[in-house]
């Protein structure tokens, strides 16, 4: 294999060519770092290339100086770095920026790399529960009157109920498909199966949203490893391509946000799409944020799987299981396979396993011909409709 800095041709193909978990769940005797240096020698060892190629890193969340801190742990001196925080959207907004850094010839190997222990933390009261993101700035006029987070997505899947009809049960069914999908899943934190009536009648969290309609929190960590066509040759796996990328920022402050029932995925998936050259109706599975089960329908809508509107429907009858019309989560999600904080780097390990055909017994999404999926979308949210990026994925 070349060395990292041989190659830097302008206008290359950008391939994720390894992807890995770290311990997850239930982790009480590791810390953050420990679980960024799992994930990254693991996603190092699936892609089958040694660290030393390695000349950018993807970061956020850790430290203080959050690249170079979680670099130097790793053993890595990249010169091509970016700690980009957008919440959850971060890690498919990074992969937008590290596949432009690739093909402009900026970098050739880029890991993104992510850990987090906010389920033991809380356990071992390191740290409370997040009730705000502070109460500086815009925050301050909506933060002392207890508008949450958890109440801002409430108030808008409010609106899209007054608005389109949608029902408790239609939202509901969100949740009952991906404890379905994640019952397969071994690594998932939560596999037992829930209903509709388990769901509407959990205790409520904020109005309408009762527990289960909510992310659970757990610890873990992920990485996915970008590079250039150049290194593909070389790779100990299947390269999944990144076809079409787009980025969109909406408010913060919810009276800045023009319509409760559109999110900035509106404007991020058109634009991904559109690079791509192909549409919704393409697309073979879709890893979607879901820290709450309206992310997921309004999102759906928004990427353009179904009209404005009418995402209550669509979620219905099983579409979004393993083997429905539109397989959606397929690892369990955010509400019941993990969730440790800034989850969208897991939406790209998903993705791109099920592409790749790695997905493993049970779990395996295969078309109606019984072939892989070619086309997959993993769209992560941010804040609280703050921000979305949308990546489409090519299988190789």
Same mark, same amino acid.
């Not at 929190?217 to 593909?232: H, N, P, T, Y």
């Not at 309004?298 to 429905?324: H, I, M, Q």
């Given at each position: 294999?070349?060395?990292?800095?041989?190659?830097?041709?302008?206008?290359?193909?950008?391939?994720?060519?390894g992807v890995a978990l770290s311990d997850g769940g239930r982790v009480d005797e590791a810390t953050p770092y420990t679980l960024h240096a799992q994930a990254a020698r693991r996603?190092?060892?699936?892609?089958?290339?040694?660290r030393s190629l390695v000349d950018g890193l993807a970061s956020a969340g850790l430290g203080t100086l959050a690249p170079v801190e979680v670099a130097e742990y790793l053993g890595?001196?990249?010169?091509?770095?970016?700690?980009?925080?957008?919440?959850?959207?971060?890690?498919?907004?990074?992969?937008?920026?590290?596949?432009?850094?690739?093909?402009?010839?900026?970098?050739?190997?880029?890991?993104?790399?992510?850990?987090?222990?906010?389920?033991?933390?809380?356990?071992?009261?390191?740290?409370?529960?997040?009730?705000?993101?502070?109460?500086?700035?815009?925050?301050?006029?909506?933060?002392?009157?207890?508008?949450?987070?958890?109440?801002?997505?409430?108030?808008?899947?409010?609106?899209?109920?007054?608005?389109?009809?949608?029902?408790?049960?239609?939202?509901?069914?969100?949740?009952?498909?991906?404890?379905?999908?994640?019952?397969?899943?071994?690594?998932?934190?939560?596999?037992?199966?829930?209903?509709?009536?388990?769901?509407?009648?959990?205790?409520?969290?904020?109005?309408?949203?009762?527990?289960?309609?909510?992310?659970?929190?757990?610890?873990?960590?992920?990485?996915a490893l970008l590079v250039a066509e150049d290194l593909v040759p070389d790779l100990a796996t299947r390269p999944v391509w990144i076809l079409g990328s787009g980025t969109a920022?909406?408010?913060?402050?919810?009276?800045?946000?023009?319509?409760?029932?559109?999110?900035?995925?509106?404007?991020?998936?058109?634009?991904?799409?559109?690079?791509?050259?192909?549409?919704?109706?393409?697309?073979?599975?879709?890893?979607?944020?879901?820290?709450?089960?309206?992310?997921? =329908?309004?999102?759906?809508? #928004? !990427?353009?799987?179904?009209?404005? +509107?009418? *995402?209550? %429907?669509?979620?219905?009858? @099983?579409? =979004?299981?393993?083997?429905? #019309? !539109?397989?959606?989560?397929?690892? +369990?999600? *955010?509400? %019941?396979?993990?969730?440790? @904080?800034?989850?969208?780097?897991?939406?790209?390990?998903?993705?791109?396993?099920?592409?790749? *055909?790695?997905?493993?017994?049970?779990?395996?999404?295969?078309?109606?011909?019984?072939?892989?999926?070619?086309?997959?979308?993993?769209? *992560?949210?941010?804040?609280?409709?703050?921000?979305?990026?949308?990546?489409?994925?090519?299988?190789?």
């Amino acid at each position: 294999m070349p060395p990292a800095d041989s190659t830097h041709r302008i206008g290359r193909r950008v391939a994720v060519a390894g992807v890995a978990l770290s311990d997850g769940g239930r982790v009480d005797e590791a810390t953050p770092y420990t679980l960024h240096a799992q994930a990254a020698r693991r996603a190092l060892a699936d892609a089958g290339i040694d660290r030393s190629l390695v000349d950018g890193l993807a970061s956020a969340g850790l430290g203080t100086l959050a690249p170079v801190e979680v670099a130097e742990y790793l053993g890595l001196r990249p010169t091509w770095v970016d700690s980009t925080s957008v919440g959850g959207s971060t890690w498919e907004v990074m992969a937008s920026h590290a596949a432009d850094a690739i093909a402009q010839g900026r970098a050739n190997a880029v890991l993104l790399v992510y850990g987090s222990t906010a389920r033991a933390d809380l356990k071992a009261r390191r740290r409370t529960a997040d009730l705000s993101f502070g109460t500086r700035g815009p925050l301050q006029f909506e933060v002392p009157y207890g508008h949450t987070l958890i109440a801002k997505y409430a108030m808008a899947a409010r609106r899209h109920m007054h608005q389109y009809g949608t029902t408790l049960e239609q939202l509901a069914q969100v949740a009952v498909q991906a404890r379905a999908n994640a019952a397969a899943n071994p690594d998932a934190m939560y596999r037992e199966p829930v209903t509709v009536d388990d769901v509407l009648s959990g205790p409520v969290i904020a109005d309408p949203f009762t527990k289960l309609h909510c992310c659970i929190r757990s610890d873990g960590g992920c990485a996915a490893l970008l590079v250039a066509e150049d290194l593909v040759p070389d790779l100990a796996t299947r390269p999944v391509w990144i076809l079409g990328s787009g980025t969109a920022v909406s408010h913060t402050t919810m009276s800045e946000w023009e319509d409760f029932t559109v999110s900035p995925a509106a404007t991020s998936g058109p634009t991904a799409f559109a690079q791509a050259g192909v549409t919704p109706g393409d697309i073979d599975l879709a890893q979607i944020y879901d820290a709450f089960t309206y992310m997921t =329908l309004v999102t759906l809508e #928004d !990427l353009g799987f179904c009209a404005k +509107g009418e *995402g209550g %429907s669509f979620v219905e009858n @099983g579409r =979004l299981l393993r083997d429905g #019309d !539109l397989p959606v989560n397929t690892d +369990g999600g *955010g509400l %019941s396979a993990c969730h440790p @904080g800034m989850r969208g780097l897991f939406l790209l390990v998903e993705a791109v396993r099920q592409l790749r *055909g790695d997905a493993g017994d049970g779990r395996q999404v295969r078309r109606r011909d019984g072939t892989l999926p070619e086309l997959a979308v993993a769209s *992560g949210t941010g804040g609280w409709f703050c921000s979305s990026g949308t990546l489409v994925l090519g299988r190789g």
